[in-house]
């Protein structure tokens, strides 16, 4: 192992793309291979579940092949095996989890079950094989994961440590986009069609409603779903009008109207949030993560914002903000360094949140943990007395 940094082979399984990839020292990307299922749901217009996990374990072996090929690595020079345990789609996950269990048992490997959405976040740790060395994001943090299931808002003070903020009450920002796309006539997924329609609206004037929920850092986007159907449905009816074609469907201009008033909708709320969480939690950096980070007006509002603050932000590039086997690498790595790991009894656990409830003992908490987060608990701690132990809520908690 000296003269190089330890090797995780990183395996993704638990929607519609299969990801394997070869992290160094949990930030350096040596290969990685994503074979996507978008054209195998595109029909259904959203993902079959049973038709995943037959694609995962049709691509798993043809992914794993790549990677080694295009690194130059072979499976004993590999120091671990890092797969996603959860949340996810039960079938597709255990396609990942019997591979990785059959790959460390093989070879005699460590294995780590990794959580999805910590795979998010830490793919802002992420470099590529060739990208100069920089700085890791600084802590405390404020990060906003955004993808097709998920929607929260967290504080970091350290690595692995998390304070819920806020989460969306109903849809996931990415659910909201595809919902919005279908009504539009835009096909699956929403959220790249949407973005591309959006840069065709010619006039921006569009308001549909954006839900604050007061001072709460928590999403809602059914309202503003349902605005959009409304407008939609009144516009067909009103029929007549210009920028309305024969045929019950809406002018390609106004579509992309509409797009760009959906999409201004959703990203003002989410980098509202984000940027005054960052000032309240007096934030030295910001993490974007999951699939809607990769929307080019997002990323804008928040590098603006940020840019005004003086903060670095720290957003993967789009092929690391969508499903990836190479953040499940990172974060697994920030596991494997706190000592974790997993047994064969390993399982998936469809709806692992990312972060407890106040007062749910955490079974997965690191044995070794920096001044900063043992801090960071005691202030917690004290917080939680004070509220007189109100738990937060986590949606999809699961047993365990
Ligand atoms: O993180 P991800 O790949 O999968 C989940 O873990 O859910 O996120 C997929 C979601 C989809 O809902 C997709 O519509 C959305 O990310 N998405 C986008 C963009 N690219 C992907 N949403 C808005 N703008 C985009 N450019
Ligand atoms: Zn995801």
């Known amino acids: 192992m000296s003269g190089r940094e330890p090797l995780l082979l990183a395996i993704e399984s638990s929607c519609d793309e299969t990801g394997v990839a070869l992290v160094a020292g949990g930030r350096r990307i040596l290969a990685q291979a994503v074979a996507s299922q978008i054209a195998l749901h595109a029909p259904a217009g959203g993902i079959v579940p049973e038709l995943a996990a037959r694609a995962h374990l049709r691509w798993i072996v043809p992914a794993l092949r790549d990677v080694l090929e295009s690194a130059g690595v072979a499976i004993p020079e590999v120091d671990g095996i890092a797969v996603t345990a959860g949340p996810g789609l039960a079938g597709s996950l255990l396609v990942g989890i019997a591979f990785a269990k059959t790959l460390a048992w093989a070879h005699q490997l460590p294995l780590v079950g990794v959580n999805h959405l910590e795979g998010h976040l830490y793919a802002a740790w992420l470099l590529d094989r060739d990208e100069p060395e920089r700085p890791a994001p600084p802590f405390p943090l404020v990060a906003l994961v955004v993808s097709g299931g998920h929607t929260f808002l967290v504080e970091m003070r350290d690595h692995l440590v998390y304070r819920l903020l806020g989460e969306t009450v109903d849809d996931a920002a990415g659910e909201a986009f595809d919902k919005a796309g279908r009504l539009l006539g835009l096909g699956y997924p929403g959220g790249p069609a949407i973005a591309v329609a959006a840069t065709g609206a010619r006039r921006r004037d569009a308001v549909l409603p954006r839900a604050w929920l007061g001072s709460s850092y928590d999403f809602s986007f059914s309202g503003l779903k349902t605005a959009l159907r409304r407008q939609v449905e ?156 109100v738990p937060m809520s986590v949606s999809g908690e699961d047993a365990r």
């Open 234 to 389: 009144a516009e067909l009816a009103a029929g007549a009008r210009p920028g309305t074609e024969a045929g019950g469907r809406l002018d390609p201009l106004r579509v992309a109207e509409l797009a760009w008033g959906f999409q201004e909708a959703v990203v003002d709320v989410l980098a509202t949030k984000t940027l005054r969480a960052a000032d309240e939690t007096a934030a030295r950096a910001l993490v974007l993560g999951g699939g809607v980070a990769s929307n080019v007006a997002l990323r804008g509002r928040i590098a603006g914002g940020a840019a005004a603050r003086g903060l670095p932000v720290f957003i993967p590039p789009p092929d690391l903000c969508t499903d990836n086997g190479a953040m499940i690498g990172a974060a697994g790595w920030q596991r494997f360094v706190a000592g974790e790991r997993a047994g064969s009894d390993l399982g998936a656990r469809p709806a692992w949140p990312l972060v407890r409830p106040f007062g749910t003992p955490d079974t997965r908490r690191p044995p070794r943990r920096g001044p900063a987060a043992r801090a960071y608990e005691a202030a917690l701690a004290a917080e939680r007395d004070a509220a007189g132990d």
